[in-house]
């Protein structure tokens, strides 16, 4: 089972950028697809963005399409997360999730990080 690790979170002001990071604890990392969620409060957790395990694909919901940019780096076992342009209802706990299937109803995650804390203000 992958341990997920993310960090990077915090306060960031409209139009400003953060970049999460995921540290994942297995060495197998580039057989594993990766992604990125998040939960706002009283809301359902929603996907974001999902890396293959090799880069080669991407995919990304609407909402941050153009904005938020997935990468990983297999030789540190890491996924990043460079979220630029940043709007106050992108506010969220952000989780890193391993593997990540797409399903019938979305992207679904099956491990999963602790959450770091984006706070977008206007």
């Known amino acids: 089972q992958v341990q997920l690790v993310e960090s990077g979170g915090g306060l960031a002001q409209a139009g400003g950028s953060l970049r999460l990071s995921c540290v994942a604890s297995t060495d197998a990392l580039n057989v594993y697809d990766l992604g990125w969620f998040r939960q706002a409060p009283g809301k359902e957790r929603e996907f974001i963005a999902r890396?293959?395990?090799?880069?080669?694909?991407?995919d990304y919901d609407v909402s941050v399409k153009g904005r938020f940019t997935i990468s990983r780096d297999n030789a540190k076992n890491t996924v990043f997360l460079q979220m630029n342009s940043l709007k106050p209802e992108d506010t969220a706990v952000y989780y890193c999730?391993?593997?990540?299937?797409?399903?019938?109803?979305?992207?679904?995650?099956?491990?999963w990080g602790q959450g770091t804390q984006v706070t977008v203000s206007s």
């Open positions: 999730a391993s593997p990540v299937v797409r399903t019938e109803s979305g992207w679904r995650g099956y491990h």
């Open positions: 890396i293959s395990g090799s880069g080669a694909e991407i």
